[in-house]
């Protein structure tokens, strides 16, 4: 265990903040895209709690619990509305929501 | 054992609220506590009193506003700011203008969404009761001091705006725009959290809690920057900027404002523009003053493309509310012209640190009464209102032809109307600041401004109706006249109100 440094947490934190990041902007289904912005919270919190233990600081692990408290509210209001559009439209791929335009 | 726990005692009485604390954020819990009402008078009072939740919310909202000017006048500007909550809030001179924004949007949309949502068939009390929880929201927001109070109470905001936004579940219009901004929403919130992350971590160490404003202002001062700080700064100032709708986190705001019910479009064009603009003022002029020599070119920058962006985009529009989304986004390009000027000036005296709020009022008059104007014209889907439908308003409704007149010229910064003092002062700062080329752009936005401006004007009022065929007259309620006839009192009179 005494070879984990910062670092490692760090690179780890990154690439899955990267994995969610392009996610976001390939996927073209909605629930992929959702899950893939929640990776990208979950990266934020890894790097929080990495950070808050080499800084030996509790602010971060604190933020953490508040991050993933917010996480939940969105999720919970996020589903819903893309249910309510897939029972509109029948369709949660993003390249066929095109009623607006000019 | 016992010692270890008596030190912790200590420190936890040192940490807890005091009364002051409570007083100081009294607004707030009121604006909390309205919405629980709302819900509360949902639930047990009997069908016919339904129709008195938005007077309650109404009622309250105004109790407010005169409770946070009471308050602000024990507040004295000598005393500079002050920290509450063991450094998570501050309040400052500029908290009292801050908080009007939101308390006078919050109203104004009430009032456009009562009728809307009736005629609608939607519910009236959760679209108030989520409206609230939103302004309090903000209100917190632009007190925060600390990364996690900014984090919690800009979550808050916006989730629920994601409900405001999807709100008309039968409208397909309405959640595509919800989930589009859910997504677009979602990924600025998983960066600025990302920014704060990294600030937190590179500036940090044993005993300095990096998620504070000072402490953050300390480090930057003390040179403890690292690559990795910079990276999570640009992220924390894109997360702001996404909310007040700058190049480049602007590709959402059309389909976004389009797609939405009326109301909110309106409070998302004012309220979460505002909270952008608050925001971003006090993270560049607060912690990251320290960085001020790299971000005053950066947000100079930002600033002109999204003057230019913004512009020539509504140019090409044709649809109403996508030309006054575009056009807002030039507005956020003023409001970053003056949050750069500001930073520039730095303590400088002689000028009007007021000069946001003012900036935003004037624009919250001018908004609202266009608005009024449109949610008062009948068509059979929200989101589809060409510029065509307008024609002939002069005849059908001389009332919402007026309402458009005064509100599209208080936008454009035609004088004497409110909107021209706004602008003008921002014009000065820029120009005894030497920023000519933000000047510049300026100009010009104003200039492209007009155009599409009063080619709405020009549909609406000049243009004759084909034949002279009869049109049909539109009623417009009493509440409706009431809010038109006050609004347009404040676009032609408020400009006085700057020379008081």
Known sequence: ?102 | MISTLATIDVAFKALAPRNADWASIMPEICVAGLSLLCLLQAMFSPKALKSLIPVTARIGLCLVIAMACISNRAWSPTQGPVTTFAGLLQVTDLTMGFRLTFLISALLTSFLATRFLTERDAVIADYHHVLLVVTAAFMLLIQSHHFVTLFVSLETAAVGLYILVGYLRRSEASLEAGVKYLVAGGLSSALLLMGIVLVYGSLGGPGVDSLNFDQVALALNAGKATALTMVGVALIIGGAAFKLGAFPFQAWIPDVYQGAPTPTTTFLGTASKAAGAFILFILVTGPLQPLAGKLAPLLAVASILTLLVGNLAALAATDIKRVIALSGVSHAGFILAAITALLVAGDVEGFNRNLLSYYLLAYIAGSYLTAQALVSIPVADDHRRPLLGLRGMMRRSPTIASALGFGISSLAGIPPSIGFFAKLFILILLAKLKLWWIFGAALVSVALSIHYYFAILREAVVRPTLDQEEVPVIEVSPTAKFIIGTLSAVTLLGGLLFFL
């Open chain 1, 1 to 102: 265990m005494e070879h984990t440094t910062l670092a490692h947490h760090l690179i780890l934190a990154g690439l899955l903040f990267v994995a969610g990041l392009s996610g976001v902007l390939l996927r073209r289904n909605l629930l992929v895209v959702y899950m893939c912005l929640e990776l990208m919270l979950t990266a934020s919190t890894l790097a929080l709690v990495a950070f808050s233990r080499f800084n030996q600081t509790m602010d971060g692990a604190i933020l953490v619990f508040f991050v993933i408290t917010v996480a939940a509210a969105e999720v919970a209001v996020g589903l819903a509305l893309i249910v309510a559009l897939f029972r509109r439209r029948g369709t949660v791929q993003s390249n066929e929501l095109n009623t607006l335009c000019d």
